[in-house]
């Protein structure tokens, strides 16, 4: 029996530092589930003297990569840096040198995940990233081994905490989404520039890289259409609750005949709906199996020990399939060719919000618009707008394509009794 496993860390930020607490603190827990102690080997730091809030040997610290990915002492390196360009350098140093490795980078999975995959697997090693997607929650794992025998046809989550803080804190307290994002970076819960987040790039990221398990298909970034929350007024978070429904930035993978969808956008809940009720920064992921039917994942989506927690959950299967001799033989190349729908295939209720000239003749052109489609109205508001000649018009759409909706959404535009289509937002749930 090994004495001992040894890790290496590629960083020591807010992560990392959770991964430390961790070792130090669940060694008992963890040599009971690998069969022997957990030792650290090595952590790669940028600046050595900078005071951290975990307690780190000097003689453990390095400034040099090779020491941790080409150290021979060591069996699992750990990436916790950040950033896509040298940590997938070094990933792939790690793995030429027989190298297990668990990473929590989501960037860097979802735009180099399938490369590394084929490298891990060539030098018959592990490659883990459960810590890439929605942080404590175990969805990486749930899909490749818990649902593995059924048949994934959709997931929907919240997959960002930061927008998730933001659009709570706006429906909640009625503020404007420049306030509340000044908040939430005053809490950390939002970076400075926090463009990733608020555009829906971070969530589109996890989504791919969800939609490429769930589906077992190579789904890109650019696969995946993104829609962020920067254009969300209180206006259109108040008309959400009047009607019945709820604003959540929303990851969706959908799979029909074979054929898949991938987005992020805004989009209106029910209020009844499981996901509605996701507040603050927390993160949820509903996924819809052939088998097991209707199944959800909550948990904290970010932070230092629930996603260090993530970390080490990976770490764990890796050191025991170190000791079964078994490592790289998980990795699976995609099963099906990647089949994106068209614009025709893809099908949802719309929830809409129009200035319209308040006048006689105005409501009619409008509905014969819709009516021209074939798309009929499930939720209808018409308001004057005080002071002015101007009407406002609240519509939540029956199903229809999306290439339809963009049809009727410029046709509108361009009609004269419109002043403006002020928003327009995807609907999901309900009959």
């Known amino acids: 029996m090994e004495q001992k496993i040894s890790v290496g860390l590629l960083g020591l930020g807010t992560v990392g530092t959770g991964v430390i607490k961790i ?39 390095t400034e040099n990569p090779f020491d941790v990915v080409a150290n021979p002492n060591i069996d699992v390196v750990i990436e916790v840096m950040g950033g896509v360009k040298e940590a997938k350098e070094w990933i792939l140093e790690a793995l030429k040198h027989k190298k297990n490795v668990v990473t929590a980078n989501k960037d860097l999975v979802a735009l180099h995940g399938a490369e590394l995959l084929q490298v891990a697997q060539k030098n018959e090693c592990d490659l883990f990233y459960e810590a890439s997607v929605a942080g404590g929650i175990p969805i990486i794992r749930s899909l490749v081994e818990g649902l593995s025998s059924d048949r994934i046809k959709k997931m929907m989550g919240i997959v960002n905490g930061t927008t998730n803080f933001i659009l709570t804190k706006m429906s909640k307290a009625g503020s404007s989404y420049e306030d509340v994002l000044q908040e939430a970076q005053r809490l950390g819960y939002a970076e400075s520039d926090p463009t990733s987040d608020v555009e829906g790039l971070d969530a589109a990221r996890k989504m791919a890289i969800l939609a490429s398990l769930g589906f077992s298909m190579n789904i890109h970034l650019e696969d995946v259409s993104a829609r962020g929350i920067s254009s969300v007024t209180e206006e259109d978070l108040h008309y959400c609750d009047q009607l019945g429904y709820t604003m ?12 898949v969808e991938v987005s992020v956008e805004p989009t209106l809940l029910p209020n009844e709906h499981p996901l509605a009720a996701v507040n603050d920064e927390y993160n949820a992921v509903y996924v819809y199996g ?5 199944t959800m994942f909550y948990g904290p989506g970010a932070g230092s020990l629930p996603t260090a927690t993530a970390v080490m959950s990976d770490v764990v299967t890796v050191m025991k399939n170190m000791r079964l001799g078994v490592t790289g033989r998980s990795i699976k190349a995609p099963l099906y060719e990647k089949q994106l729908k068209t614009d025709v295939e893809i099908q949802s209720k719309y929830f809409m919000r129009l200035h319209v000239l308040d006048k006689a003749g105005t409501f009619s052109a409008i509905t014969s618009l819709f009516a021209d489609h074939d798309v009929s109205f499930e939720k209808l508001l018409q308001l004057p707008i005080e002071g002015t000649e101007v009407a406002e018009i609240i519509i939540i759409t029956h199903k229809t394509t999306k290439r339809i909706y963009e049809d009727i959404y410029q046709k509108l535009n361009n009609l004269d009794v419109v002043q403006s289509v002020e928003s327009s937002y995807r609907v999901e749930g309900g009959k």
């Not at 690998?34 to 610290?61: A, F, N, T, W």
């Not at 052939?290 to 209707?294: H, L, S």
């Open 290 to 294: 052939e088998a097991v039917g209707e």
């Open 248 to 259: 959540k930035l929303i990851g969706l993978a959908q799979r029909d005949e074979g054929r």
């Open 23 to 61: 070792i130090k603190g669940h060694q008992e827990q963890l040599t009971h589930q690998v069969g022997c102690p957990v030792h650290i080997e090595k952590v790669l730091v940028r600046d050595m003297k900078k005071k951290r809030s975990v307690e780190v040997e000097e003689h453990l610290l």
